[in-house]
């Protein structure tokens, strides 16, 4: 059943360590860190993409930065309170890393399969060239009872086409994982930079339950 639940939410990620590593958490004595991955684009923009990885995996005490790695696993999510609501944090759940000699081609960089359920209406809307775009949160089944639940944004075909979706819409996505900044603001004097993560969707399905 586990091995089940985990095939509906693979990621595969290869870039350049962009960051050391910053302490998350500790369960059952194994600590965990994030850390920084430029990953290229097609074009000539990267993303930059947090991994959350094991002490068990890396040794966590070195500055790997300017390496470059290949890494496997999901893309989770979790709430954290903040500034009276809460803030869903994404971040890519390391299972397997190895190292690679050099930067990959840009076409095979990232990749993410989620297998999940529509959990709110899509937001359909027009840019003001015309673009379509919809965005769709999914909530995609963990073990012992627990969801992740993934920002998706769609374009063109794909988002007339989940515009019509309902909420308990079981779909499957195959895309990449894309970050994006934006500017908070915080009061009338205060604002800060943050960066938002999401999937960009190229393939789009209904399944049948």
């Known amino acids: 059943m586990s091995d089940k639940i985990i095939e509906n939410n693979q990621v595969t990620i290869m870039g350049q360590i962009a960051s050391g590593f910053t302490f998350s958490h500790t ?35 070195q500055d790997y930065t300017g390496e470059f790695i290949m890494a496997t696993g999901q893309f989770r999510s979790y709430n954290r309170h903040d500034e009276q609501k809460n803030r869903l944090i994404l971040s890519v759940f390391v299972r397997e890393v190895s190292f690679i000699d050099e930067e990959p081609d840009g076409a095979k960089t990232n990749s993410i399969l989620l297998d999940g359920y529509i959990c709110k209406l899509p937001v359909y809307r027009k840019t003001p060239l015309g673009r379509e775009i919809a965005d769709l949160l999914l909530a995609v089944n963990r073990p012992y009872g627990k969801s992740d639940y993934i920002p998706c ?18 779909v ?13 603001r915080l009061s009338e004097t205060e604002s800060e930079k943050r960066t938002a993560y999401e999937v960009s969707v190229s393939k789009l399905e209904c399944m049948e339950d």
């Open 27 to 61: 369960v059952f004595g194994e600590g965990f860190y994030m850390v920084d991955v430029l990953v290229r684009r097609l074009s000539s923009s990267k993303d930059r993409i947090p991994l959350m990885i094991s002490e068990r995996l890396l040794d966590v005490t």
């Open 153 to 170: 944004i769609c374009w063109g075909r794909n988002a007339r086409f989940a515009a019509s979706f309902q909420v308990g819409e079981h």
């Open 172 to 184: 499957q996505i195959l895309g990449r994982i894309q970050s994006r900044e934006y500017v908070k």
